[in-house]
């Protein structure tokens, strides 16, 4: 088992919600990245944080956002939640912006109704 | 446009009977290009990070190479337990020095006793 955690593990959610998925990172990582995974798929990069910092961001829309905190845990935010939006949402914590021997963790399902 | 491309999609093997994954890619700035393995419900498990051209690296059965345009997974020997779905990903440099991360839909590996 990795030390990133994520909350909650499943979700469930009405369309034009909104929703905060958790991730802790692993002790002594400080640079989280989120991805979205979809059945049957690779995971798709979302964005990534560095010391509290944006310092990447893959094709998804502004009402995916997030945040890093000192203790470099992360949260990501989701507004006007849309039926396409129902996949593993996983979280990577890695010591380092290159993601060398990033971590993840078992992710939070998330389903849109 | 960037991308990153696995094949086959699915491979059954028979325990002990050798193999190769293809990852292909075609990126601007590689950065370094990593396998992981997946298992049902669980969140990708780190195995390499290959950053040059004509660097190996080995872990138990597996060894991953790379070349200019792709990557190669060996399993050598597969046992059962080796039964996953292996993705490969890679990271580049985008605009403004962000990082950008891109994953392959994996080859899900079925190895029969």
């Known amino acids: 088992e990795t030390g990133v955690t994520q909350s909650p593990t499943h979700l469930i959610k009405t369309r034009g919600q909104q929703v905060t998925l958790r991730c802790s990172s692993q002790s002594g990582h400080n640079t989280v990245s989120w991805y979205q995974q979809a059945l049957g798929q690779g995971p798709q990069f979302i964005f990534q944080?560095?010391?509290?910092?944006?310092?990447g961001r893959g094709n998804f829309p502004p009402r995916f956002s997030g945040l890093q905190f000192p203790n470099y845990s992360s949260e990501l935010n989701v507004n006007a939640l849309e039926l396409d939006d129902s996949a593993l949402y996983l979280c990577?914590?890695?010591?380092?912006?290159?993601?060398?021997?990033?971590?993840f963790g078992q992710g939070t399902r998330l389903t849109v109704v | 446009e960037d991308q990153v491309t696995q094949s086959p999609e699915a491979l059954r093997l028979q325990e002990g009977e050798s193999s190769s994954l293809n990852c292909s890619y075609t990126?601007?700035?590689?950065?370094?290009l990593f396998w992981y393995r997946q298992d049902p419900g669980k969140g990708p498990e780190f195995l390499f990070t290959?950053?040059?051209a004509g660097e190996e690296k080995e872990k138990e059965r597996l060894k991953a190479t790379l070349t200019k345009k792709e990557s190669f997974l060996h399993i050598t020997a597969p046992k059962p337990e080796d039964s996953a779905t292996y993705l490969c990903?890679?990271?580049?440099?985008?605009?403004?020095?962000?990082?950008?991360?891109?994953f392959g839909s994996g080859t899900k590996l079925n190895v029969k006793p």
């Open positions: 290959l950053y040059s």
């Open positions: 944080y560095y010391r509290e910092e944006e310092n």
């Open positions: 990903a890679v990271l580049t440099a985008g605009v403004y020095n962000f990082n950008k991360f891109y």
């Open positions: 990577a914590s890695s010591s380092n912006k290159g993601n060398t021997e990033a971590f």
């Open positions: 990126v601007s700035g590689l950065r370094g």
